[in-house]
């Protein structure tokens, strides 16, 4: 029988994130699927209610480590 287990995924990037940071950035939030890229409205990103809440809380974190 097969084992049903599923093995990690792992995401490799080809962008060095020190010298491209906005194409890493971007890259980061197609694959984590933050923002709904399939509108091809120039300047304006609509973000999904769940992906708002998770930047918020990610914001809340730094700033009490900060």
């Known amino acids: 029988m097969s084992s049903d287990k599923k093995e ?4 490799i990037f080809d ?3 020190e010298k491209n940071f906005p ?6 939030c197609k694959v984590a699927e933050l923002a709904d890229i399939r ?3 120039k300047g304006f990103t609509p973000f999904p ?3 708002l809440m ?5 914001f809340d974190i730094l700033e009490e480590v900060l």
């Open 8 to 11: 990690p995924r792992s995401t």
């Open 15 to 17: 962008i060095d994130k």
């Open 23 to 28: 194409d890493w950035f971007g890259e980061i």
């Open 39 to 41: 509108y091809g409205v």
């Open 49 to 51: 209610p769940w992906s």
């Open 54 to 58: 998770t930047m918020n809380n990610m």
